[in-house]
Every structure is written in structure tokens, then in C-alpha cells.
């Protein structure tokens, strides 16, 4: 299905994933609204403060993509961030902000995108990970908000079937962007940066060409989840 004209959201627009996802939707033709909150990195035909964990920004930002385009057909939930270290002993301000910003705040997003769902073709598309599937010791507070990303997407994608809205989950797994920066834990990120060193990884284009096969699936087809990981990565 041809991507022209498309109206789309894309959070966590200024770096990795989001950032490729822009750049492939616009040069399929669509019109990108990228939103985060570092503007000065966002390349979409507009371009949006956005912090997840705020849910008045959240609707600024969505009502202001939706105004400016005359509706949206397209959202992809890609912001995120990934605090590691164990449970035990964890400063749990650190835990909120975790869920605050990959579970709540793609919540957030698509409740206030949805009344803007207007078009023929209609999709919503959330960034998970292969840590929404499976899970390793110190990741406990990230696990929790992908396999509740899942959650939320697989029931939504239920409940709006009747309505021609599409509702898919992508699952990478090593990409090279900037999401181990948020790790936190210096060891820990010394440890998953020698892993990452070694072999060669996912780029942000390798995920956002997996987001655009499904966007441009015919209505009658929805692709609803994805996994998609180095060839090397078990
Ligand atoms: P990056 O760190 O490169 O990008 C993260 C993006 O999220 C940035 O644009 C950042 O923008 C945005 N973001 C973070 N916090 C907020 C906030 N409070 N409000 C608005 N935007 C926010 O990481 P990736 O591209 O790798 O991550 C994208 C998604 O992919 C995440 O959900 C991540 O969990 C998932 N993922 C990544 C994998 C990987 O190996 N890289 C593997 C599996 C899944 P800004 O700081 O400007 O607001």
C-alpha cells in the first residue's frame, strides 16, 4: 500500500529507531510529525516537543500533529529508555521513570491519537523488544514494560479490529543506537558494550524498514508482531 500522503507520529523521533523511522517513512512519501523532547535533532515535516512522561505535552503534541495535518493515519510509539540493575536495592524513582516513559507514556500517546485515526488506512505501530518476550536477570523493571507494551498492544489490537485500525508490536533485538546510554549502571554498560562491540548489530534502518513492510500492507492484512534481531543474536 503506497505510503504517499500518509499522516504520521513518531515518538523518540531525535535518535536511533525513531530517527530512521522518520527518515524512511518521509522518503516513502508520507508526512512525518517527529516528536521528543531535543527538537533540535528532529528532521520530520514537523516538528514537536514531546516528553512522554507528561501527559499534558502528550496531547500538545498529538493534537498539534493531528491540527496541522488534518488528521493522522499513523502512529509509531518509539520512545524509550532502559535503566538496568537489580531489583534488590534499586532506587525505585528510577523504576517509574522507566514505566512512566515505555509503558504509560505510549499508552498515553495512543489514547490521545486515537479520536485523530481519521484516514482509510490506519495504523499504530509499538516498539517492543525481544526483552518483551524474554527476560535476563537485572532487566526486571525494563522486561516489565515491554511484556505490558504487549499487553496493552495484543488486547488494543482486539478491540479495534471492527474499527479498521491496525495495532502491531516490533521486537528488535541489538540495535546500535543510543538507548544503552540510559543503562545507568556503569558495569552494566561496560558489559552490554563489549557484547555489542563484537558483532554486528541491527542499524535504526533495519527496524524502521521492518515498520514500514507493515504499514504498507494492504487493509485486509495486519502483520501484528514482529521479531527482529542480528543473525548472530540467539
Ligand atoms: P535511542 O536512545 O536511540 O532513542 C530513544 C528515543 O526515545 C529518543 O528519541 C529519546 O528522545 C526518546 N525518549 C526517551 N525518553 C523520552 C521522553 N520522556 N519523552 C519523549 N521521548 C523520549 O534508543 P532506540 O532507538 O534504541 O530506542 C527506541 C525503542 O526501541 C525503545 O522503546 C527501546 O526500548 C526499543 N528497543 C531498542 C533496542 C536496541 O537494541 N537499541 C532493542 C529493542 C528495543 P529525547 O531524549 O530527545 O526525548
Same mark, same amino acid.
Given at each position: ?20 523511522? !522518520? ?73 517509574? *521513570? ?35 518476550? +524474554? ?12 511484556? %505490558? ?9 482486539? +478491540?479495534?479490529?471492527?474499527? %479498521?485500525?491496525?495495532?502491531? !508490536?516490533?521486537?528488535? %533485538? ?12 556503569? +558495569? *552494566? ?10 558483532? *554486528? ?34
Amino acid at each position: 500500500m503506497d505510503l504517499k500522503n500518509r499522516r504520521a507520529l513518531v515518538t523518540g523521533a531525535s535518535s536511533g529507531i525513531g530517527a530512521a523511522t !522518520v527518515q524512511a517513512l518521509r522518503e516513502a512519501g508520507a508526512q512525518v510529525a517527529a516528536a521528543a523532547r531535543r527538537t533540535d535533532r528532529l528532521d520530520g515535516d514537523l516538528n514537536l516537543t514531546l516528553d512522554v512522561t507528561d501527559e499534558a505535552s502528550i496531547r500538545t503534541a498529538v493534537d498539534a500533529a493531528a491540527a496541522d495535518f488534518g488528521g493522522l493515519d499513523l502512529v509509531v510509539n518509539a520512545a524509550g529508555i532502559m535503566p538496568l540493575g537489580p531489583v534488590a536495592g534499586a532506587d525505585t524513582t528510577i523504576w517509574r *521513570r522507566c514505566l512512566d516513559t515505555n509503558l504509560l507514556g505510549m499508552m498515553l500517546v495512543t489514547h490521545a491519537a486515537l479520536p485523530h485515526l481519521t484516514g482509510d488506512a490506519r495504523d499504530i505501530v509499538n516498539i517492543s523488544s525481544i526483552g518483551g518476550r +524474554e527476560t535476563y536477570p537485572g532487566a526486571a523493571v525494563y522486561h516489565a514494560t515491554k511484556f %505490558g507494551l504487549y499487553g496493552f498492544s495484543d488486547a488494543l489490537r482486539k +478491540e479495534l479490529a471492527p474499527s %479498521g485500525v491496525r495495532v502491531s !508490536v516490533v521486537e528488535p %533485538g541489538y540495535t546500535d543506537t543510543e538507548l544503552f546510554t540510559s543503562i545507568g549502571d556503569p +558495569e *552494566r554498560q561496560a558489559a552490554l558494550a563489549g557484547v555489542m562491540a563484537t558483532q *554486528r548489530n541491527l542499524a535504526g534502518a533495519d527496524v524502521a524498514a521492518a515498520i514500514l513492510h507493515i504499514v504498507s500492507r494492504p487493509p485486509h492484512v495486519l502483520v501484528n508482531n514482529v521479531q527482529i534481531r542480528p543473525s548472530i543474536q540467539a
